[in-house]
């Protein structure tokens, strides 16, 4: 049904494979089905696949097709959150009203995976490669997008187009940049008191307020480029009948590139450091990056004048007859994987709503819209 003979009814094809895509539940950790599907429809039509491990039991899918040094990948991830409360029919089964197609993940991404599949069958590299990646774990440490963006796979890899969500900009907007995010864990102890002997200098809420207040002078926001700390989890210890022996904060933040998490480290350092002296460093702190199995994503931003954004703000006037908005995004997703690392990601994706919530929807005509986009981008890009 994907053969060569593609392209007659587009729409049918894009509802056919969004349909099944929805129907197989894929909220991480759990998906295998997906990927034993996709393995299988890629082997129908002619193509070899590559199962990449990223855990037990968990396999990113790589497909290619073309002979070259170059290639452009066309990046997916597989996995959704699980179905939130609220939906009003069976969130697997896609339902069609008008140009709304609603599924959980319909928007986020099915609805650009399957973009990218009909593109990459559709397409015939003259010069390079054209590659196709679907990973696993993107909504929750990307997991597969590092182990993806660590191998052989992208060594020629030269732009990656990354269908997410448009949440801003429609089929015009192209995402070129995003902001870091680490959660540090932030320790203080002190000599606890006994309440006879209580003072406001003794008493680490005061010394917490005060930090909390001051993390405030790291906030920034210009042109939808958010950086901030905020307080995600606090915990206070107090033994018997004494002001707090110790409190663990965990602080969230959001950074602006060029800075990295690392400068946002220091910042709060600096912060916590004033802090320090005006209590005369009773209390005692120590900073770390929260631990877990994946490192934080960091920011990126993709040159203005590079090659493939102005290649694919062609297309997209060329597409939609209006003009490409290259836009930076403030949220974080596998791109700062690829980004971060100085690889061109450019994100390009279909219009929609209700992600990660009840009743999620993607457009059709904005799919068959980036569908026209993404084909021309391939043919002109070379
Ligand atoms: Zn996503």
Request: proline share 3%.
């Amino acid at each position: 049904m994907y053969g060569r003979i593609l392209l007659k009814d587009m729409e049918t094809q894009v509802i056919a494979l969004l349909k099944k895509l929805v129907s197989i539940d894929s909220a991480y950790p759990n998906e295998g089905k997906i990927i034993a599907y996709l393995e299988k429809f890629f082997e129908k039509n002619g193509y070899k696949t590559k199962r990449q491990k990223v855990e037990a039991n968990r396999y990113n899918l790589l497909v290619e097709k073309g002979t070259g040094n170059k290639s452009i990948l066309l990046y997916s991830h597989v996995d959704t959150v699980t179905a939130a409360s609220g939906w009003t029919d069976n969130p697997l089964t896609l339902k069609i009203s008008g140009d709304r197609a609603s599924g959980l993940g319909a928007w986020d991404m099915k609805g650009g995976m399957v973009v990218n599949i009909l593109s990459f069958l559709r397409h015939n590299p003259k010069k390079n490669k054209l590659k196709l990646a679907f990973c696993v774990d993107e909504e929750n440490i990307s997991k597969g997008g590092h182990i993806l963006a660590n191998s052989d796979f992208m060594e020629d890899v030269e732009c990656i187009i990354s269908p997410e969500p448009a949440f801003f900009h429609g089929n015009q907007g192209i995402v070129t940049g995003r902001t870091g995010r680490a959660v540090f864990e932030l320790k203080i102890n002190a000599n606890p008191k006994h309440y006879a002997l209580y003072e406001k200098k003794y008493d680490m809420n005061f010394f917490v307020a005060d930090l909390v207040f001051r993390l405030g002078s790291i906030y920034k926001n210009s042109h939808d480029r958010k950086q901030f700390v905020f307080v995600r989890k606090i915990d206070s210890h107090s033994l018997g009948i004494s002001t707090p022996q110790q409190m663990t904060l965990e602080l969230d933040s959001s950074v602006i590139p060029p800075y990295t998490n690392q400068d946002i480290m220091e910042m709060i350092k600096k912060e916590i450091n004033w802090c320090g002296l005006k209590y005369n460093n009773y209390f005692k702190t120590s900073l770390q990056y929260v631990k877990r199995e994946t490192p934080f994503l960091e920011s990126y931003e993709v040159e203005k004048k590079n090659r493939y954004l102005k290649k694919l703000s062609e297309s997209i006037l060329k597409n939609t007859g209006k003009k490409a908005v290259a836009y930076f995004r403030s949220s974080v997703a596998d791109e700062n994987i690829f980004g971060s690392k100085g690889m061109t990601v450019l994100g390009i994706g279909p219009t929609g709503n209700n992600a990660h919530s009840a009743n999620e929807w993607v457009s059709l005509s904005s799919l068959k819209k980036l569908y026209n986009i993404l084909n021309n981008f391939l043919e002109i890009a070379r």
